[in-house]
């Protein structure tokens, strides 16, 4: 009798993981979908922050490379989604990092054109401490904005710096580091997209050595 009620039990219980095992892939499965069509969605409110709709008519999604250089703050592969009008490419947003911040690095996404126009400017990732360096941030302060519409005239352009550098961009009381940080990785990816048009065609495309 215990013997026939152990095997009663033990085939109740497996009879119920399976059946736990397969609703749990289901809502995964399902989940799955939705959670990456929303990050998508996000990616794509992102991507028109720093890159207005109206500068491109492609999926720059879809158009997704990776470039490597000091100017973007470290050794490691940044992402680059490419923008084209008509077929023709005139901008990108690019992922880029501030290596100097306050608190350790910011990560940021920078739109630009070829010519040293920046569209638009967003942080992705920072550790800037609340009420002070983290003003950088969309939903704190409107500060980061204001690289909209800029353009640089080249390295040795004075006005992109803050204003206690003898710049055009405001700092924030009591924290000069973390505005500073991000206005030189801002000038220093505007710059590095001047040198893109004739590597345009060799960037390996996202998900390659990643």
């Known amino acids: 009798m215990m013997l026939q009620s152990m095997r ?3 085939t109740t219980l497996a009879l119920f993981a399976a059946v736990t095992t397969g609703l749990t892939a289901v809502v995964n499965t399902l989940t799955q979908k939705t959670i990456a069509h929303q990050a998508a969605l996000q990616q794509k409110t992102l991507l028109d922050q720093v890159v207005p709709p109206e500068h491109y008519d492609n999926d720059m999604q879809s158009e997704c490379y990776l470039v490597s250089d ?4 470290n050794a490691l592969a940044h992402r680059l989604y490419l923008a084209r009008k008509q077929g023709q490419p005139v901008g990108a947003a690019l992922e880029t990092t501030a290596p100097d911040g306050y608190s350790g690095a910011i ?3 920078v739109g630009a054109d070829f010519s040293g ?5 967003r942080v992705i990732e920072h550790h800037e401490t609340p009420g002070l360096g983290d003003k950088i941030e969309l939903r704190i302060s409107n500060w980061i904005t204001v690289f909209s519409g800029k353009k640089i005239d080249g390295p040795d352009d004075k006005r992109w710096a803050v204003k206690k550098d003898g710049g055009m961009f405001d700092q924030f009381t009591g ?8 206005v030189n990785s801002v000038r220093r990816t505007a710059l590095y997209m001047e040198t893109l048009p004739p590597k345009l065609a060799t960037l390996p495309a996202c998900g390659a050595g990643e």
């Open 107 to 109: 990560k940021l996404l």
């Open 117 to 121: 126009n920046v569209f638009g400017s």
């Open 8 to 10: 009663k039990h033990g």
């Open 70 to 73: 000091p100017a973007l703050g």
């Open 175 to 182: 924290a000069t580091i973390t505005p500073r940080a991000v």
